[in-house]
């Protein structure tokens, strides 16, 4: 059983810049793959960044996001970050932490993942 924490979220203006921190305890940390999702009120919960689990550093992003925010992981201190630059009210959302065990390639698709952490609130302002 994997127990994930996210913590890092909160109100932040239009441009400027969050890092999100997730923490993994319970299992072999190296052995998932990692993502952040987000879900908006009203919206169904969408994909924002995953990483592969340990052997390889493939990273895949939506759309919306690339080029703004990167996710990284450190399996030394089984945690995994999602940095976020140049933030938009249209990222205003709850962010949720999510591990999936060894697939093999990260899955964008939220049945996918067997573990989620509580979520953390980001609000930016215009």
């Known amino acids: 059983q994997v127990q994930l924490v996210e913590s890092g979220g909160g109100l932040v203006q239009a441009g400027g810049s969050l890092r999100l921190s997730c923490a993994a305890s319970?299992?072999?940390?190296?052995?998932?793959?990692m993502a952040w999702f987000r879900q908006a009120p009203g919206k169904e919960r969408e994909f924002v960044a995953a990483?592969?689990?340990?052997?390889?550093?493939?990273?895949y992003y939506a759309g919306s996001v690339k080029g703004r925010f990167t996710i990284s992981r450190d399996n030394a201190k089984n945690l995994v970050y999602l940095q976020m630059n140049s933030l938009k009210p249209e990222d205003t959302a709850v962010y949720y932490c999510?591990?999936?065990?060894?697939?093999?390639?990260?899955?964008?698709?939220?049945?996918?993942?067997?573990?989620w952490g509580q979520g953390t609130q980001v609000t930016v302002s215009s």
């Open positions: 999510a591990a999936d065990f060894a697939p093999v390639v990260p899955s964008t698709v939220p049945a996918q993942y067997d573990y």
């Open positions: 319970g299992g072999t940390f190296s052995s998932y793959a």
């Open positions: 990483i592969s689990w340990s052997g390889s550093s493939f990273t």
